[in-house]
């Protein structure tokens, strides 16, 4: 869990970076908790930079919410790209006859989402016609000419991925649950569906547990074992650190600035 969040953090760094923010380390800690304690509130845990927020200056508020909505977007296309590879691979253990279609499908998806990530300028551009002009045109300009925050943002998320699909099977293996490729790809799997079911709040909780007892339930006939590592890890990577940002939150004082 302290990898997972550090690399997240590093990712929220580097977007305060490319704003030229000055925000101590304790705040950037502070400002990432309290995000996730907003995002467990809202449909599929978008509203992270909430959370964020707070601990900036007004005048970078908006601009550090677009870019921390690009950030999600590159998490989401992490999760994306692996889960469309395991499920592919897992479809073709049972179903080798569609296993074809799902590569040209994933194929087709991986083409489609790094177009639109690599041209992110276009929805800041559309939203800055009706509202919040000068600062989207800001963060569309910050995204257009750093490319090399587009790669890290990127390159960070698919790390984040593999170490909480490995977190995932480790989890799993505790409960004596033998580890091998074909469970990495139903983890996998797992989390791409995930991905495309909407949520309303609380982090995709009793979604997550429904999803992964569909998946699991091949590999793992006791769908007790499922729930109680799909709960732990819920417990684990979203409920705790959420807790601790309502704490913060609590004894949050706005700053003057």
Same mark, same amino acid.
Request: glycine letters at 6%.
């Given at each position: 869990?302290?990898?997972?969040?550090?690399?997240?953090?590093?990712?929220?760094?580097?977007?305060?970076?490319?704003?030229?923010?000055?925000?101590?380390? $304790?705040?950037?800690?502070?400002?990432?908790?309290?995000?996730?304690? $907003?995002?467990?509130? @809202?449909?599929?845990?978008?509203?992270?930079?909430?959370?964020?927020?707070?601990?900036?200056?007004?005048?970078?508020?908006?601009?550090? $919410?677009?870019?921390?909505?690009?950030?999600?977007? +590159?998490? =989401?296309?992490?999760?994306?790209?692996? *889960?469309?590879?395991?499920? +592919?691979?897992?479809?073709?253990?049972?179903?080798?006859?569609?296993?074809?279609?799902?590569?040209?499908?994933?194929?087709?998806?991986?083409?489609?989402?790094?177009?639109?990530? /690599?041209?992110?300028?276009?929805?800041?551009?559309?939203?800055?016609?009706?509202?919040?002009?000068?600062?989207?045109?800001?963060?569309?300009?910050?995204?257009?000419?750093?490319?090399?925050?587009?790669?890290?943002?990127? *390159?960070?998320?698919?790390?984040?991925?593999?170490?909480?699909?490995?977190?995932?099977?480790?989890?799993?293996?505790?409960?004596?649950?033998?580890?091998?490729?074909? /469970?990495?790809?139903?983890? =996998?799997?797992?989390?791409?569906?995930? @991905?495309?079911?909407? $949520?309303?709040?609380?982090?995709?909780?009793?979604?997550?547990?429904?999803?992964?007892?569909?998946?699991?339930?091949? /590999?793992?006939?006791?769908?007790?074992?499922?729930?109680?590592?799909?709960?732990?890890?819920?417990?684990?990577?979203?409920?705790?650190?959420?807790? /601790?940002? *309502?704490?913060? =939150?609590?004894?949050?004082?706005?700053?003057?600035?």
């Amino acid at each position: 869990m302290p990898i997972n969040w550090l690399i997240e953090g590093i990712k929220w760094r580097i977007i305060l970076k490319s704003l030229h923010a000055k925000v101590s380390l $304790s705040k950037v800690v502070f400002s990432l908790l309290t995000g996730v304690s $907003s995002s467990l509130f @809202t449909p599929n845990r978008s509203g992270n930079f909430i959370g964020r927020m707070i601990w900036l200056p007004k005048r970078l508020q908006i601009e550090a $919410s677009v870019l921390t909505i690009y950030g999600n977007v +590159a998490q =989401w296309i992490a999760s994306m790209f692996f *889960g469309a590879i395991g499920f +592919a691979l897992f479809v073709h253990l049972d179903f080798p006859e569609i296993a074809g279609w799902m590569w040209v499908i994933f194929y087709l998806l991986t083409t489609i989402m790094v177009v639109l990530y /690599l041209r992110p300028m276009v929805v800041p551009r559309f939203i800055s016609r009706f509202f919040w002009k000068k600062s989207m045109e800001h963060a569309a300009l910050v995204l257009q000419r750093n490319h090399q925050l587009k790669w890290q943002l990127l *390159g960070l998320s698919l790390l984040r991925h593999s170490i909480f699909s490995i977190q995932y099977v480790l989890i799993l293996s505790a409960f004596t649950i033998p580890v091998n490729l074909e /469970l990495l790809y139903a983890v =996998w799997t797992v989390y791409f569906l995930m @991905t495309l079911a909407p $949520s309303i709040a609380f982090g995709k909780l009793l979604v997550r547990e429904n999803i992964a007892v569909f998946v699991l339930a091949g /590999l793992i006939p006791n769908s007790a074992v499922i729930l109680s590592c799909s709960l732990i890890l819920w417990f684990i990577n979203l409920s705790l650190p959420a807790l /601790l940002g *309502g704490i913060i =939150w609590l004894r949050w004082k706005p700053s003057k600035s």
